[in-house]
């Protein structure tokens, strides 16, 4: 019955455990969860704003970009049509042969006077004056040849217009300032490769396809971020060609014009931004997984820990319940509430077993008393009656010193059935009187002793053997009855209020250690062992409860010849006694 109760407050314990676990997991889990979330809202946010950034960034440095090339080729454009001449040097130049042209411009800056136009030459200076131009053409009226011209070949040539591929370019119409009329297109393609490096270093447009369009289609510019497929720049670029952005799913599109022939188009994948949001999402939520694992881990252990030393604390007070007084619970090493709960709660079992036994000794003392009174109430008087008839026999038979040792035998057995607590010092005295004429009737000549009380401490109350004991420890061990010289003296006296006894002999010597060593023992305060004792350290707790702290008794020797107890105290009763006068 007992080992099922017990198997039920255990499982108790551990449903609370239990309980109490889930409830602070539960907890932490909804903060962990809280903070983490927080976390990945501020992070998209960041994230959402870096791209809006990067997108307004883009466009900002195309457009700068692309401006200031179409101003390029269109103060170039405007400047070649600035006289009717070099209109004409143009066209002379698409129909005649480079020597004749030659001649042809030498001629006629003659003839107007010193300005000399050569369309090789312009084109090259061109090239020379503007270093961040890659190509150049030339397309005139309808003339089936195309002038192409390049970095590395600025005087350029004359193509047929089949076989010259279109490239990203900027274009500007040749206006004859005159007639208002369009004479040719000049297209002019630019170094892109700087631009392309700004945009990349934007990190956010990773995602982001970017084209400069003409109106007619022809693509200016075009950007991929290191981020889109091959496969999105095809189906983006498809869509540019043949006007079919607008159709594109999934795709996020932005248009902004940049002069009143091309425009600006930016191209996002919305599935890309999430990829990379989610990406960017992930460690934080793996952080957040593995953070709210390690503290629910901690958080178990610690637990678990506390757990132990809760069902360690619960099966001891369990086998102190079922009469295991000795139980103790173990205490962990490691500093905890519940290491300073088990060390009270030993504590407190200590206390409790002193308690415990201590009302067990007195009750079993009690008991042994109430025997002993029984028992009193008979063998005193018998015992008494029988010793004075052996006394009166010895007197009887001319015997008068064995009469007195079987008075004073007699009067040792009447105080030692006498069970009052208290007696006087001349009783007190009395009884050791008695004590010592015994042994001094066993060794005649070997002993000598000598008692000296001053009539005005005789009547002092103190507790029943309060002496007899240090008379005693001199004939166990002090006393050489192999000497003739062996002697005692015991003298009570009053200074004042103030109580004086000695117990002086002529015995054994102690050395000062000895005589420290018991003094301290005499001093230390009773166990539970030595309650029972009638020895120097029962007399010195008697007697200090008895007389309070006016009490003090020492050992002392000079190291030569003898022992001497000294005891001195207030007496009570003269104490109260004088206070009395004085009122």
């Known amino acids: 019955m007992r080992h099922q109760e017990h198997r039920v407050r255990e499982t108790l314990v551990q449903s609370s455990f239990i309980r109490l ?7 932490l889990a909804t903060s962990v969860i809280a903070v983490t979330s927080i976390f990945i809202v501020v992070n998209v946010r960041n994230y959402e704003s870096e791209l809006r950034q990067a997108e307004n960034a883009a466009m900002s440095r195309i457009t700068d970009t692309v401006s200031h090339n179409q101003q390029v080729v269109a103060d170039f454009a405007s400047k070649l049509m600035t006289t009717p001449e070099d209109l004409a040097s143009l066209d002379k130049y ?47 009226g309808d003339q089936s040849k195309v002038f192409v011209a390049s970095s590395t070949k600025p005087g350029g040539e004359l193509l047929s217009a089949g076989t010259v591929k279109k490239k ?40 982001i396809q970017i084209a400069v369009v003409s109106d007619s289609g022809v693509r200016a510019f075009y950007y991929r971020g290191q981020g889109v497929t091959r496969d999105e720049e095809k189906r983006v670029k498809h869509a540019l060609a043949t ?67 809760l069902s360690m604390i619960v099966g001891t007070v369990q086998a102190v319940s079922e009469g295991d007084l000795n139980a103790r619970v173990a205490i962990e090493p490691s500093p905890t509430d519940l ?37 009193a109430q008979i063998n005193p008087h018998f015992m008494s009656n029988t010793m004075e008839y052996i006394r009166m026999a010895a ?11 079987v008075y004073s035998f007699a009067a040792l057995l009447r105080n030692n059935t006498d069970f009052s607590p208290m007696t006087t010092l001349k009783r007190e005295l009395d009884f050791i009187d008695k004590y010592i004429f015994l042994y001094q009737v066993r060794f005649p000549d070997r002993l000598a002793y000598q008692i000296s009380v001053s009539p ?44 004086t006894i000695t117990v002086v002999n002529n015995g054994r010597p102690l050395s000062v250690a000895e005589v420290a060593a018991v003094n301290q023992k005499m001093k ?53 006694n004088a206070q009395g006068d004085d009122r």
């Open 21 to 27: 676990i889930k409830v602070y997991t539960w907890i």
């Open 94 to 140: 698409f129909t005649t042969p480079l020597a004749d042209y030659a001649d042809y411009a030498i001629d006629r800056s003659l003839a107007v006077g010193g300005h000399y136009f050569f369309w090789p030459t312009e084109s090259s200076q061109f090239f020379l004056q503007n270093p961040q131009i890659t190509e150049m053409t030339l397309r005139m």
């Open 168 to 207: 990203l370019a900027l274009s500007a119409p040749l206006i004859n300032q005159y007639t208002l009329a369009t004479a040719g297109v000049v297209s002019i393609g630019f170094n892109q490769q700087e631009l392309r490096q700004q945009l990349t270093e934007i990190r956010a447009t990773a995602p």
């Open 243 to 309: 006007g079919t952005l607008d159709k594109l799913t999934g795709y996020k599109v932005t248009s902004k014009a940049l002069t009143s022939d091309y425009q600006l188009i930016q191209v996002t994948n919305a599935h890309t931004i999430q990829n990379l949001i989610m990406w960017r999402v992930l460690p934080l939520m793996l952080l957040g997984l593995a953070l709210l694992t390690a503290l629910s881990g901690v958080l178990w252990l610690i637990f678990r820990r506390y757990q132990h030393q």
């Open 339 to 375: 290491k300073v709960l088990a060390t009270g709660i030993n504590a407190m079992l200590a206390e409790i077993h002193e308690h415990i036994y201590t009302i067990y000794q007195l009750r079993i003392a009690q008991q042994e008393a109430n025997i002993k009174a029984l028992q």
């Open 395 to 405: 007197l009887d038979a001319d015997q008068p010193e064995l009469a007195q040792v």
């Open 456 to 499: 005005e401490v005789a009547k002092l109350s103190l507790p029943k053997f309060s002496l007899q004991p240090i008379v005693e420890n001199y004939f166990v061990h002090g006393v050489d009855f192999a000497r003739k010289d062996n002697a005692m003296h015991l003298k009570a006296w009053r200074e004042g209020d103030q109580v």
């Open 524 to 576: 230390a305060p009773l166990g539970l062992s030595q309650r029972d004792s009638i020895g120097l350290q029962n007399v010195y707790s008697r007697l200090s409860d008895y007389f309070g702290d006016s009490f003090d008794m020492n050992l002392s020797s000079d190291g030569v010849e003898g022992v001497q107890m000294t005891m001195r105290f207030i007496d009570k009763e003269e104490s109260l």
